[in-house]
């Protein structure tokens, strides 16, 4: 159990720097393309598309980040037809929670990536799978 937890002290260690690296990455390269544009009068397409790929990569791991710390969204009824219950939470503790809608997500995910496999699409400019960002 004591080698769990610190597996899963190191990942959440690694994880919040990526995403403090992804943020920064982000606000790099948009800080070069508004200076490109404006400045310079040159537009940098590959600074646009590598700032939205990086994105969908920070989305991801936030989404990650926030279930690790037990702070992702809710559904807010719950908590409205609950108030005399711990935390407003319903006796599930998540509506998330159940088996069964864990096995509809992960077979839309699967549907998802089967999809991009089968059908592999590559970006605009710089001819990036799209699945890299998916």
Known sequence: MEVLKRIHSILRFLLKYIAIF???SIMGLILIDVAARYIFNQSYAEA???TLILAM???MLGAVIASDHNTHLRVEIFGLLFKGKKDGRPPCNDCNAKPGNRLIFIRWAYDLVDW???R???SPVL???WIVSR
């Open 120 to 122: 592999p699409q590559m």
């Open 116 to 118: 991009a496999v089968r």
């Open 57 to 59: 990569w920070l989305y």
């Open 48 to 50: 646009s598309e590598l």
């Open 22 to 24: 992804l943020n920064l």
């Open 127 to 129: 001819n990036v799978p």
